[in-house]
């Protein structure tokens, strides 16, 4: 096999950034494997191999020959550009199996776990599969005409893709987001170039509350300010629900966008929102900041607390440790079960959202400490003798620190429920949980993220002596 040779590839299985896994068909390397990225499990395709390596190949899809039973029309035209979706060409049925298998793979393959299937509910499934997003973060940059644009990365670059319109938000984003392009295009507000440093504009933040209709925009910015911020204002101010329109600083060459110092330009620097269960009778409001955690996918994330409460198996006596807990949006759906909850964040922001939730929603049980998980809880563990009877973790993707798995298993709760957005770290820490003492109960598969190949799951655990 040569460097731009056309080869037919059937597709056979998905990789972990949604790219097909597939094998030649035919010749003198039938059966090789290639990766061809907007293929479809089924697919028989022609590509054109552009990377070589020993034992594989990447190719660029050059024409499907024979289409998956599984493939759909891509219903944004950007979407085989943009980094955003990688699932686009495939229908959301599909999507589905394809991700409860990976959370399969995961466990048996990195936890370990023979018998994973006999674990798994049957995935939790939106009615919406776009527009669910209610938060959005667009990098600016300007086009080949020095126009600004917004959008969105292609996949693996920092090359902005212009979408105003993404088919995962709310459909009035994009006039939010014609409004900023067009301020700066009227008073020469540059965008932020990666390679000189220079320019303002680095990236817009859309944060909404689908319950409440509130919106809040942040503009992050190489700079102290933001200039004609009359102008501005006075068009966004328009906007029904618009509720505070706010800046975040960052001037380091980093990646890292929302480290920088927040400060409010019109309006106030947050938005409420409400997550509800008619199951357990909760109703809970919540303030959001700019760089706060909140779930982006509101109706599948009040079916994802249901389902934590549920797993929690409270009864009112209990002491709940809710680590990574953000705004405390999981702590208060506890807090309303339990003695007392006690929560741990690392952003200081999102721990002063958390202690006004409390008081939002009238709730005196909930205590919410500010710093690493890792270093907070071995803290209140063995200096203060604090106990938990169930702990409840939402870790990162990187999923929890050694040091707070180990101090999980010396405290030895009853139940501990585990909120996933990476399977694979999750696998990993069942495993040492497992190895500790504890028994994997359940696994219930969550579509917080359709269109993409990321997936939500929620083990529930409980002592196995």
Known sequence: ???????????????????GIGHVCGGPDDGFTVFVKDTVPGDLADVRIVKLKKNYAFGRLMRVTEPSADRVPEACPEARRCG????????????????TKKIINDLERIGH???????????????????????????????????PVAGFYAGRTHQVIACADCLLEPEGNADILHIILGWMKKHHIPAYDETTRKG??????????????????????????????????SALEKIDGMTGITYCVQTKPTNTIMSGK????????YITDILRSERYGISARYRISPNSFYQVNHEMAEKLYEKVLEDA????????????????????????????????????QAVRDARTNAELNGTANAFFYEGKAEEVVPKL?????????????????????????????????????????DPATMARDL?????????????????????????????ALERAD
């Open 200 to 233: 303002l504009i680095r990236h817009i933040l859309i944060r909404r509350g689908f319950a409440t209709g509130e919106i809040l925009v942040c503009l992050v910015i190489n700079g102290n300010g933001i200039p004609a911020a009359k102008d501005l204002i």
């Open 381 to 421: 563990y063995e200096e203060e003798q604090v106990h938990a009877d169930v702990v409840v973790v939402d870790p990162p993707r990187k999923g929890c620190d050694a040091a707070l798995l180990r101090t999980i298993l010396q405290m030895r709760p009853g139940r501990l429920v585990y909120v996933s957005c």
């Open 313 to 348: 198996a409270l009864t009112g006596s209990e002491t709940v440790m809710d680590l990574y807990c953000g705004a405390g949006t999981i702590s208060l759906f506890l807090a309303s079960k339990a003695k007392r909850v006690i929560g741990v964040e690392v952003v200081p």
């Open 1 to 19: 096999m040569e460097k731009n040779q056309l080869v037919s590839v059937r597709i056979a299985d998905i990789g972990q950034d949604g790219e």
């Open 113 to 147: 776990f023979a018998d994973a299937a006999s674990m798994m509910s049957d995935i939790m499934a939106p009615e919406h599969a776009f527009r669910y997003r209610n938060k959005a973060m667009y990098p600016v940059a300007e086009d080949k005409n020095g126009e």
């Open 262 to 269: 927040i400060g409010t330009i019109w309006g106030r620097p």
């Open 84 to 99: 955003g979706c990688q699932l686009q060409a495939m229908s959301h049925e599909a999507q589905l199996r394809m991700k």
């Open 431 to 459: 495993r040492i949980l497992a190895d500790g003492g504890f028994r994997i109960v359940n696994v219930q598969p969550c579509e917080q993220f359709s269109q993409t190949v990321h997936v939500e799951s929620i083990a």
